[in-house]
C-alpha cells in the first residue's frame, strides 16, 4: 500500500517572514488575506523569497457507477463528451488554462467509453467507471492503489517539468453524490443536510437522490458491521476513479512541498478525504473557491479553511482554482517586488 511522508511545514521561518511583510511600505496588515497567503506560501517553500514556477493544472475523468441511478440531471456520456471537447480546447478548462498559463494535462482514469483515439488525453484508465455503491464498493482495494499511484505518478511528471503549484479538476457525472457521503462520514453530519442539486437538479431530484444515497449510506453500515476498519474504506467504497487519483496527487503533491490549489464542491472533498489519512497535507493546500452546492461551506468550515473566492461556480473541472491563481501570484508579488520602509525612504509609522 502507498505510503506518503508528509510533514508539516516548518514554522521557524514564520517571525522572519511576517516581519518582511510587516516592513512592507504599507500600513500593517493592509492587505490582507494577500499577507496571509504570502506567508503560507513562504512556508511551504522555506523561503523569504518565493516563486511560483511552471504552474500545472490535472484534469481527471471518471464514471461512477451510481450514476445509473438517476443521481444526476446529467447522462454519463457526458463525461466522454466533455473528455473529448476538452481535447479540441473547447471548455471552461482550457480558457482559464490558457489565460494564466497552466500546462493542461487531460488525463482519462476511468472513462466508460475509448478515448484511445485521442492523442490529447492522458490514457491511464483503471477501469470503465466504478462499480454502483447502492449494491457494493465502487472500487477493489487494488483499483484504490492504482488510482492513488496514478495520482502521485502524475504529479512526478508535472514536478519534472520544473512545476511548484498544481490545480486538479474533475470530469466526472454523479461525483456529488460520493461528495456529499464523505461529507457526512468524515464531519459527522447528517447525511439529508449534506445532499444537493449536483449540476442542476429539481426538487424532485434532490428528494430522489436523497433516498438512494441514504439507501447507500445504510449498506455502506451494514457491509462494515463485521470488518476492521481501515481508513480507505469509506475512500474506496464510495469514490470515484478520479477521485481517488486526485487524492493521490493532493497527498504527493504535498510530500513534495508544492502548493496545492482546491477547488470546488468535489476537490474539497477529496482535501477532506486526503487530510482524515494525513492531517499534515492541509498545510500545502489553498483553498481556492466556495462553490454552489449548499454543502460545501460545511466541508469548508470543517477544514477551517476560508476560501478565496465565492462565485457561485459549479462547473467543476478545477476552474474556481484556475480563477483564483491570479490572486496566490499578486501574494507573491507582493512580498517579492514591493519595496520596504528603509529603502523607499517613508517613515515607518508603528
Known sequence: MKTFDIQHTNKELSAAIQAKIDNLNKPKHSLGRLETLALQVCLIQQTLTPRLSHPCHLLLGGDHGIEREGVSVSPREVTWQQMINFTRGGGGVNMFCRQHGFDLSIVDVGVDYDLTPYPGIVHRKIARGTKNFLYEPAMSETEYEQAILTGSELVDDCISKGCNIISIGEMGIANTSPSSIW??????????????????????????????????????????????????????????FEMVAAIGAMLRAAEQHLIVLIDGFIMTACSLAAVQLYPAAKDYMIFTHCGDEHAHQMMLDHLGAEPLLSLGLRLGEGTGALCAYPIIDSAVRMINEMNDFEHANITKYF
Open 183 to 240: 461529507l457526512s462520514l468524515f464531519c459527522n453530519i447528517p447525511l439529508d443536510d449534506c445532499i444537493g442539486a449536483g449540476a442542476g437538479l429539481n426538487n424532485e431530484g434532490i428528494q430522489h437522490k436523497r433516498k438512494v444515497l441514504t439507501r447507500a449510506y445504510k449498506a455502506y453500515k451494514a457491509y462494515m458491521a463485521n470488518k476492521a476498519h481501515k481508513p480507505i474504506e469509506p475512500l474506496r467504497y464510495f469514490g470515484g
